[in-house]
T-cell receptor, first 112, second 113 residues
Framework: SQTIHQWPATLVQPVGSPLSLECTVEGTSNPNLYWYRQAAGRGLQLLFY??????ISSEVPQNLSASRPQDRQFILSSKKLLLSDSGFYLC???????????FGSGTQLSVL | AQSVTQLGSHVSVSEGALVLLRCNYS??????LFWYVQYPNQGLQLLLKYTSAATLVKGINGFEAEFKKSETSFHLTKPSAHMSDAAEYFC???????????FGTGTRLTIIP
């Protein structure tokens, strides 16, 4: 069966520090991968999605970037974090056969 | 562009009472519609989805939702609330052929003992 791993679960970082959140999927090949952010009091916002290795689509211009170095690995990065980057980050993958989206357990990022 | 509106950011119901969480969508083509639930300190879980088959969709944990095209609605219901239903619920819309999944702002459901 398929599983999705996302880490770390919580992260506290100072303003201006770099960021790297990792997400890996097991049990499937060539999944569509997504990074979402949920800011406090707001809905989920799609940040990036990828339909294949090295293919990244950005939905919102911002301080973050994403990379997909391997088929089942999706990384969210920043060179210098801002206070506004605080939030709950969710990685997800989609099963193209039934349109289902499966989410990781999320990373709570606090930028201080 | 597609969008989703969830009426009521907070809903409180008594244990055993009917749960009704509202969702209205806007889409230029027949959409796929989803309800997700987020329990405290956990990721999102899929409750149910509508993908143009039966208009009444049954999901996990006794929840169901009805797609009403004339009302552009996809409200989530459960006949009898349980304490374990307390969570944040998100409605989402997805157009076939588009990778975007657009979420509503969420409804926090509180169950009163």
């Amino acid at each position: 069966s398929q599983t999705i791993h996302q880490w770390p679960a919580t992260l506290v970082q100072p303003v201006g520090s770099p960021l790297s959140l990792e997400c890996t999927v097991e049990g499937t090949s060539n999944p569509n991968l997504y990074w979402y952010r949920q800011a406090a009091g707001r809905g989920l916002q799609l940040l990036f999605y990828s339909v294949g290795i090295g293919q990244i689509s950005s939905e919102v211009p911002q301080n973050l970037s994403a990379s997909r170095p391997q088929d089942r690995q999706f990384i969210l990065s920043s060179k210098k974090l801002l206070l506004s980057d605080s939030g709950f980050y969710l990685c997800a993958w989609k099963d193209p056969t039934n349109e289902k989206l499966f989410f990781g357990s999320g990373t709570q990022l606090s930028v201080l | 562009a597609q969008s989703v509106t969830q009426l009521g950011s907070h809903v409180s119901v008594s244990e055993g009472a009917l749960v009704l969480l509202r969702c209205n969508y806007s889409s230029s083509v027949p959409p796929y519609l989803f309800w997700y639930v987020q329990y405290p300190n956990q990721g999102l879980q899929l409750l149910l989805k509508y993908t143009s088959a039966a208009t009444l969709v049954k999901g996990i944990n006794g929840f169901e939702a009805e797609f009403k095209k004339s009302e552009t609605s996809f409200h989530l219901t459960k006949p009898s609330a349980h304490m374990s239903d307390a969570a944040e619920y998100f409605c989402a819309v997805h157009n076939f052929g588009n990778e975007k999944l657009t979420f509503g702002t969420g409804t926090r459901l509180t169950i009163i003992p």
